[in-house]
Each structure stands twice: as C-alpha cells, then as structure tokens.
C-alpha cells in the first residue's frame, strides 16, 4: 500500500512540476513536443496539434520536450531561440507550481484544521521560559538572531543547538523584550525551553474549545511562512553536508523516502483512515517543497543548472552553444545518476535489519 501511496505523491509532484513547464511554454510560444508522464517505453499516447501527450511504462518521474531546448533550431518557436527573460520564467516556473501545490496544501490545512504557533500557552515550573520570566501570551519571535515565524522555526533552532544560552527575543502586548535562555537536554537527548505551544483552529474549522480561531490574514501567512520554513531547512542541510556537518548517510533517496512513508502510514493507520490521508498529504506538501527547491539549484541537469547558462549569457552578451551546455548537463545528469545509485544503496543498507 506504502508503495502505491508513494508512487501517487511522486506522480503528482512531478506532473505539478513538469505542467510549469509546459504551460508558460505554451503561453510564450514555444513548441512543446511532448509531454510525458512516466518514463520509459510508452504505453499510450496522442498527437495534438504540435504536441505528443504520453503516458509511459514506469510511474516515476516525467518530463516536458521542447523544441530548441538540447540542439540549435531555426524555428521561431524554439526554445533557444526566445529571450533571456522567457526562458527563465519557463525553467523557474516547473519549481513555482511545486510551491504553489505546497501552498494550497498548507493553506488547506490551516484553514479547515489549524496550526500550532511560536506562541506560549502554558509555562512549564522551574524551566528556562519560566525562568526568563515568559508568560501564557508571550510570542517568540526571533531565536539566535534567526526570526520565528511558526513553531517549526523554533522547533529546528532547537535541534540545531548545542545546549548553550540563546539570545531571544519576545512580544508581549506589542513590545519586543530581549532575553538570554539556555535550553535543557531531556531523557531522549533533544533540547526544550519548558512550555506548551499555542494551536489555532482554522478559520472554517470546527469550533474547539479552548482554542483560539485563527484570523484569514494568519491562515493566509501561515503557508508561506511553513514553505520559507522547508526552504530555509533545505539550504540549511545542503550546507551542512557540503561542511561536512552532517553525514551522506543521513540522505535518503525514493527508497528511503517510501520507507519513511510506509513508517507513517502505519503508524497513522492505527488512528484512522481519515487522519492517515491527511498525514499523507501534508507529506505531499513538503517533498512538494522540497523538491522546488532542490531543482533549483545550480547544477547541471537541473532547472537551475539551466538558469546558471541563463545568466551567464545575459553576463556574457552573447549564448553558449548549445551543444556544449548539453554536454554539460549531460555529464550532470551521469553524475546524478551516480549519486542517485549511492544513495539508493545507502538506503537499502538502512532498511536491512541484523538478524
């Protein structure tokens, strides 16, 4: 079930992505080829107009064939041959429609159920927040010099840090206070501050006694402060692998990724069908996230390997041939291949358990 589950997610992330691409493509004139859904042989397809809608054996991945976009063409409807501004758009906009799908989601879920804030609710006796001289109310906004937006933000902060004092800054009747907090290492080797967050019910949920109702404005910021959130976490873990903060055996590929949504559909199948289609979206939301972000990224063979040639021509004055940014991306493109097969490996090592 975990894999059909996973295939769907991936499906639809991908589908999402790919229709970016092809849409603007559309809009600023450039011939689509085909747009396939699925890789490998096809199972079925149909010519319309110029383009070739296909659907193909394996349900992973897909892509959006444009005319001009790997080799020089004459055609006025090549992809090569628009200007620096639609090209850009139209390999940002695969990444833009991922966050627009996590948008929606998160915005569904704010809006119809709640969220958890940075808040205070209830202050926990003698721990640090009590200490500080924090109260029911109080919002924190800022940790460490990075600004709390949701209670994720705060959450991250905390597992990033060593167990030294922070400087934190609060609000309390609309005044900023500043104080110096050192979080305590519990029984399961994590770091808190000694408090209970405070959740909101969405807009259009159901009343929940106490707790407040969330405004429109908060449902509406909610969403974009949680995909700067997955954004940040993002950057945030590529800079710590390249560091070497943190190890590439913590990466985890497809394999991984379907280990970890088996791990959490059978643990939210136990509280139900409902709760567990929901848990399964709200991870749709964040590889949706993710993943716009990782295909920006200035590598060859990604969007944002393609928006680097982008640039570099604006800088230059002038385009790289297109055979040799094809081959460029096509040496990226063995090498995450490559990567790709490490870090399946890797999470097939992970799910062996010793006997």
């Not at 063409?73 to 501004?85: I, V």
């Not at 997955?230 to 280990?259: E, F, N």
């Not at 643990?267 to 567990?276: D, M």
Request: aromatic share 12%; with cysteine.
């Amino acid at each position: 079930m975990s894999i059909i589950i996973a295939v769907l997610i991936f499906g639809l992330i991908v589908v999402i992505h790919e229709f970016g691409h092809f849409i603007i493509a559309r809009k600023c004139g450039v011939l689509v080829e085909e747009f396939a859904i699925g890789m490998g042989p096809i199972l079925f397809s149909r010519q319309r107009n110029d383009t070739l809608y296909s659907l193909r054996l394996f349900p992973i991945g897909g892509f959006c064939k444009m005319l001009g976009e790997d080799a020089e063409s004459g055609d006025k409807r090549a992809f090569n041959n628009k200007t620096l501004g639609r090209r850009a758009i139209i390999l940002a906009f695969g990444a833009i429609m991922n966050m627009f799908l996590a948008f929606v989601i998160f915005l569904g879920f704010a809006v119809f159920n709640g969220f958890t804030t940075a808040a205070v609710r209830e202050v926990v006796p003698d721990t640090p927040v009590d200490k500080a001289g924090l109260i029911a109310g109080d919002k924190i906004v800022k940790l460490n010099g990075t600004a709390i937006y949701i209670f994720e933000d705060l959450s991250v902060e905390l597992a990033l840090c060593d167990g030294t004092a922070m400087d934190m800054m609060y609000v309390r009747n609309g005044r900023r206070y500043d104080t110096e907090i050192t979080p305590y290492l519990t029984p399961d080797g994590g770091y808190k501050l000694g408090f209970y967050p405070e959740s909101k019910v969405g807009f259009f949920a159901a009343a929940d006694s106490g707790f407040k109702r969330a405004s429109v404005l908060e449902c509406l910021f909610t969403p974009v402060y949680k995909i700067m959130f997955y954004i940040r976490l993002t950057i945030v873990s590529i800079i710590k692998l390249i560091m070497r903060q943190i190890s590439l055996q913590t990466m985890s590929g497809p394999i991984g990724m379907i280990a970890a949504i088996n791990e959490s559909y059978t643990e939210t199948i136990k509280q139900g069908v409902w709760i567990t289609i929901l848990n399964m979206i709200n991870l749709c939301a964040i590889l949706s996230a993710n993943l716009g972000v990782v295909n920006l990224l200035p590598l060859p063979a990604l969007d944002g390997g393609r928006l680097v040639f982008v640039l570099l021509e604006w800088f230059r004055g002038k385009p790289v041939p297109v055979e040799k940014e094809g081959l460029v991306h096509f040496v990226g493109f063995v090498l995450l291949m490559i990567f790709a097969v490490f870090i399946a490996y890797n999470d097939i090592l992970k799910l062996i358990k010793p006997v």
